[in-house]
């Protein structure tokens, strides 16, 4: 089966998963605040690479349930490749997801952009000023909507694993359905709480409802593929 093929009979399509503090849990140690001003090559460079990747363990329980789930699996992150890759190969989960959006995904390039300065004469070249670009990530609307369009799945069939109370507020917004993970209560815009993922065969029964999968898909996320080649 080739991905955005219907799952006849099931009420989803995608699951889209955040990774931090949601594929493993904040207890774990290595979580970061990340904000979102800053110079991006440098700060995932030295942020990153000064996280405690160690403390992350494999997490075979974890996989058998992704790996038993019949959609289309997607990793939405802020993060950037390199992360995502580290990420996955410790907890053993490199195999399990079809496809992966992160910071390189919705941002391609962070460069300025040259403009002309309209109060200077002459061209652009020998007055340029440099406009900063507007980074894309979660939890801004245009950050799924832009994901919806590029990994083309539909929002009415498709469910948004977060840890965080503004991407599932953000999620509801486009239409998602939303589960808060790393909680044990809803909070606005949620459908579902989880306190962890290991539980959602039990919350979300409906996700095996299906008479059609995706289990013989392989990533084909060309992030993933160059981080993991890295």
Sequence with gaps: MEAGKSLSGSKYECLLFDMDDTLYPLSSGINIAIGYEFDNDEFHAYAHGKLPYDLLKPDPVLKNLLLSMPQRRIIFTNSDNAHVAQVLGRLGLEDCFHDVICFETLNPTSEPVKIRDETKTGNAEEHPTFEKQKIICKP?????????????I??????????????????????????????STLVPGADYA??????????IPEIWETGEDYSELRINSSAVETAVLA
Aim: net charge positive; charged share 20%.
């Design 194 to 203: 989880l306190t962890s993922l290991h539980n959602i065969k039990e919350a």
């Design 140 to 152: 801004l609307i245009q950050a799924f909507e832009a994901s919806i369009l590029m990994m083309n």
């Design 154 to 183: 539909d929002p009415k069939k498709t469910i948004f694993f977060d840890d965080s109370v503004r991407n599932i507020a953000s999620a509801k917004a486009v239409g998602l359905h939303t589960v808060i993970v790393g909680r």
